[in-house]
């Protein structure tokens, strides 16, 4: 080795990178302690540079070193070096060196040791990815609670884009639902570092609200210092929806017990009331009480109707299932309601699947809740303002995967928003007294609820309404 270039490298030995002088076929003329310590080579025979670089990226090393070299430029790119059996990641930077009294063209090689940043790198890049395809929306917020990222999740539920969010205060989604003393203690409880979780209702950027659960902790720093938030979503809204669902199952069920309790009790007095008329007006002479006797009969005669319908509620379990060609009872359940005087100027139309399976139901009471439905849809264009327009009623049947759903769509008046949760109650009617007695639709929730099915309503504001109906097949 030269002795005057060694002399003058021993500059570089205070360099924690490794250094090398290279000449133009790639041997390494001198080297710093760094190279000489990580290398293990005590100052022994020279080496080409290029062994030690990882067999893939050999021949890019080589086409930049011969670029410094004739070009006279420095350049500088990562790759990894084989040492000692193990790899590392390094940035290798080439410098063309000239210096006065050299005989050769020579360039300075650096290796910087890079796999700390690097383990940081793929730690980061890890965690992004796990952030970035949570299905929990996540976001995180400087210390003056503007936010600085959200993922993916977050831009799904809140119906905004991340542009659009970056910068702003979560404060976008407030619903105004829970109060500013809520909001505080949130501040209170993160700001001195603790977790807090709590129930929000949020606004998406169409107005909808979602719910969630929300946990924001604090994000420390080295010293442990609170350096910013981090939020995480879980959404409630199926969950709220199904507990809706629930208590409305409940309230349903408890209703019918009641009711089939209050029919027990009220239908024996009634068949004697019943009786005892019968007798009185077979005795009686006196056309003033056989007339108000009849009176007290037709009232007799609607009290059972309703009592009769309270029991339907509850009967099923006393049946026996049979297996049922649900299209017949469609068919005669429209034969049926046709009949009426108000269905004669509606036309009803019927599209029915072939490929529907036997079902396991009971005929009548299914034909009972098609009737039900049928005359409402029937009594709903008849309330409406006639407009000269052609008034339609529709069935649909249809066999999806392992359900049957039938579909009952008019032209009726429908059903104002706020009724829509209160049809299926009992003696909910909206139709004149005497009119309706609100046990129709209750009775066929429940009917249908013991066939293990269920009954859906959409509807809009004088336009009309569906029913949806969907029963099992097994
Ligand atoms: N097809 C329909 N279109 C509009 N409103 C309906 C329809 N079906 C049911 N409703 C509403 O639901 C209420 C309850 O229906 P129901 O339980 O059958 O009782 P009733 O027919 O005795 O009023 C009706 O009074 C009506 O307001
Ligand atoms: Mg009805």
Redesign the pocket.
Known sequence: MNNNITLDFSLFDGFPDMCFLVNENGNIRVLNKASLNRLELHDSEPEIFFDYVELCDRSKAESLFKESFTKGNSSDFETRLFIKKNFINVKITYIPFTSNGLDEKLILITARDISEEKRKEIDLIRFFNVAENSVNPLQITDLNGKMIYVNKAFEAASGYTSDELIGKNPRVFGSGKNSSKFWDKMWDTISSGKVWVGEVENLRKNGEAFFTQLLISPILDKDGKVSGYFGIHRDLTEKRTLERQLIHTQKMESIGTLAAGIAHEVGNPLASISALVQVAQRITTDPFVNEKLGLVKSQVTRISKIIRDLVDFSRPSNYELELTDINKVVYEAVEITKVGTKAKDIIFETDLSNDIPMLPLIADQTQQVFV??L???V??IA?KKRENKVEKISVKSECNGDEVTLT?T?T????KEE?LSK??EPF????KEG????????V?YGIVKSFQGDIK?K?KLNE??T?IIKLPIS
């Open positions: 039900n439905i005359l409402n849809a009594d709903a309330e009952f008019d009726g008046m429908g059903i009724n049809v299926f909910f009617t909206t139709k009119r309706g007695t609100g046990l129709g639709l209750w066929s309503i509807s009309g309404t029913f």
